[in-house]
């Protein structure tokens, strides 16, 4: 009688383990199945890895690079660009004063007053190599750099 108890008391908890590990044991492997999925999938991977120092994404057949201008520097202040496909340049101005309240990249034809909020600057570059922006007193300065 107490032997037949003690298995009635036992047999329900060990199925709780057993479900408890499977559960687990399944959640373990759904994971690492959408870890493994998102690692094989690189939408873009030839591009990705020519030009994303400042982290240029293709969107409406434009290139979108993404910047932040404080109040002395630019982050990111080096950029990659693709020669002959339209960049828009997606600026955080929030955190511009003074001098970095204005933007000039020469190269570009670009001569532009950075507001605090977002600005965006379109242009296409048309020759590869590495072209200079600056704040209005040559203080922050940047890269682009067309390849
Ligand atoms: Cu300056």
Partial sequence: MGKHKRHNQTT?????MLKLGIGVLGIAVLIG????????????????NQATSGGAQMQD????????VTSFDY?????TVKQ??????V??????????????????????????????????PTQKGTFPFSCSMNMA??????V
């Fill in 12 to 16: 329900p908890r060990s199925n709780d």
């Fill in 33 to 48: 199945t959408i870890f493994f999925i998102r690692a094989q999938f690189d939408p873009n991977p030839g591009f990705e």
């Fill in 61 to 68: 057949g434009a290139q979108v690079v993404n910047m932040e």
């Fill in 75 to 79: 982050r990111p202040a080096d950029l």
């Fill in 84 to 89: 002959g496909v339209p960049v828009k340049w």
């Fill in 91 to 124: 600026i955080d101005g929030s955190g511009a004063s003074g001098c970095t309240q204005f933007l000039i990249a020469r190269d570009f034809g670009i001569s532009q007053r950075i507001v605090r909020g977002e600005n965006i600057i379109e242009f296409t």
């Fill in 141 to 146: 300065r940047g890269t682009i750099t067309v």
